[in-house]
């Protein structure tokens, strides 16, 4: 099981609001940002640690990159 902070457990809860757990089902950081309202730079290094933590997938995309959950433990 991975430890989450408090603010890492929102994204991940707003990630699972958006449907954003498989790589068809891509949310980039403007949307999570915006749903979770919270700001766009601390939700991006936010996603930069459960991306570390192997929490969450980026995807490389031609404007902005994409991210999904894949930790089913976090599901």
Do not use: C, F, H, W
């Not at 991306?51 to 999904?68: D, F, L």
């Amino acid at each position: 099981m991975i430890e989450l902070t408090e603010d890492e457990k929102k994204v991940v809860e707003v990630m699972r609001t958006l449907k954003a757990v498989a790589e068809n089902q891509l949310k980039d950081v403007d949307q999570i940002a915006k749903t979770a309202l919270m700001p766009k730079g601390k939700v991006a290094n936010i996603i930069s640690i459960l991306v570390n933590k192997r929490a969450v997938r980026r995807v490389a995309r031609e404007k902005a990159a994409g991210y999904y959950l894949i930790e089913q433990s976090l599901m």
